[in-house]
Nanobody, 126 residues
């Protein structure tokens, strides 16, 4: 059974940093695009960032560009999200997602992702 398990969320003061991890199991995602999305209370799920299978293609939402960094370690079947200069508006549940098709391109559309984690809460206090 394929699982994506996020970790690393928590409570942080504005301006602080957190590093999220998403560990995949049940199959390898070394040839698959992966991404991070987030959902704040009362809002729709929104795209944060996506990374291609070899890390060569990366795309960020404008709201996080310059502050967040996505990376991956295919040997560990894990993708990371380094979040710096956090703002209260970054408060949300963060979800890891993966595309099923090998060598698929990155996408900012949630419907393009086939596997999802359960989410990890990130709260940024002002």
């Amino acid at each position: 059974q394929v699982q994506l398990v996020e970790s690393g969320g928590g409570l942080v003061q504005a301006g602080g940093s957190l590093r999220l991890s998403c560990a995949a199991s049940g199959r390898t995602f070394s040839t698959n695009a992966m991404g991070w999305f987030r959902q704040a209370p009362g809002k729709e799920r929104e795209f944060v960032t996506s990374i291609g299978w070899n890390g060569g293609n990366i795309y960020y939402a404008n709201s996080v560009k310059g502050r967040f960094t996505i990376s991956r370690d295919n040997a560990k079947n894990t993708v990371y999200l380094q979040m710096n200069s956090l703002k209260p508006e970054d408060t949300a549940v963060y979800y890891c997602a993966a595309r099923a098709a090998a060598y698929s391109g990155i996408s900012d559309r949630a419907m393009m992702y086939d596997y999802w984690g359960q989410g990890t809460q990130v709260t940024v206090a002002s």
